[in-house]
């Protein structure tokens, strides 16, 4: 089945700076990609998703990227602010078969004013 | 807010017992699904329905149960509860596929003792 490891486990960044978070996945008919921001006591909140028929997605400040023959995507965060601190999930699906979202182990996002 | 609307927000039980949360999800999504979040687990998809149907399985135990009634509400079930079963239960619905955009509830959070 499909597993999705995400790095780095935690994130310390200045405001202002950019931040990067990475994820493999091992099913190579994975074909959607959505990252999820989670707040504290709160429930994961789609932020972006890309699709395997593309490369890279934006949006305002947050972009994707997606190599399908490396099988990774990446979340870019650009100008960072203290809102943006909170927990980051990739996913991937194929759809197809189990028809489930498998989740990457999250990353904890801070942003130092 | 997501649309999506899930009871109790919290659960405190005992060892042995058995628990119902409950889930709503948005207006028109057909499909939804559970997930179990634990400090060392993550995010893990426990089952999807579709419009009153068992679509897929995850890593469900088989003390858990789940429906989706005609209205499409969905309910898990979880009975002779363990200490380990303590976490954070997310709903999340969607259009059709997991393929589709799947928003996630605010989560209810059961402790057992």
């Known amino acids: 089945g499909e597993n999705v490891e995400q790095h780095p486990s935690t994130l310390s960044v200045q405001e202002g700076d950019s931040a990067v978070i990475k994820c493999t996945y091992s099913?190579?008919?994975?074909?959607?990609f959505p990252w999820y921001k989670q707040e504290l006591g709160k429930g994961p909140q789609l932020i972006i998703d890309?699709?395997?028929?593309?490369g890279e997605k934006k949006d305002q400040r947050i972009a994707v990227t997606l190599n399908k023959t490396a099988k990774h995507f990446s979340l870019h965060i650009t100008e960072t602010q203290p809102e943006d601190s909170a927990v980051y999930f990739c996913?991937?699906?194929?759809?197809?078969?189990?028809?489930?979202?498998?989740f990457g182990q999250g990353t904890r996002l801070t942003i130092n004013p | 807010d997501s649309g999506v609307t899930q009871t109790p927000k919290h659960l405190i039980t005992a060892t042995g017992q058995r628990v119902t949360l409950r889930c709503s999800p948005r207006?028109?999504?057909?499909?939804v699904y559970w997930y179990q979040q634990s400090l060392d687990q993550g995010l893990q998809f426990l089952i999807q329905?579709?419009?009153?149907?068992?679509?897929a399985k995850g890593n469900i135990l088989e003390r858990f149960s789940a429906q989706q009634f005609p209205d499409l509400h969905s309910e898990l079930n979880l009975s002779s509860l363990e200490l380990g079963d303590s976490a954070l239960y997310f709903c999340a619905s969607s259009v059709d596929a997991p393929t589709d955009t799947q928003y996630f509830g605010p989560g209810t959070r059961l402790t057992v003792l």
């Open positions: 329905y579709y419009n009153g149907e068992e679509r």
């Open positions: 996913a991937a699906s194929n759809g197809r078969g189990a028809q489930k979202l498998v």
């Open positions: 099913d190579s008919a994975s074909n959607y």
């Open positions: 207006s028109g999504d057909l499909s």
């Open positions: 890309i699709r395997s028929n593309v």
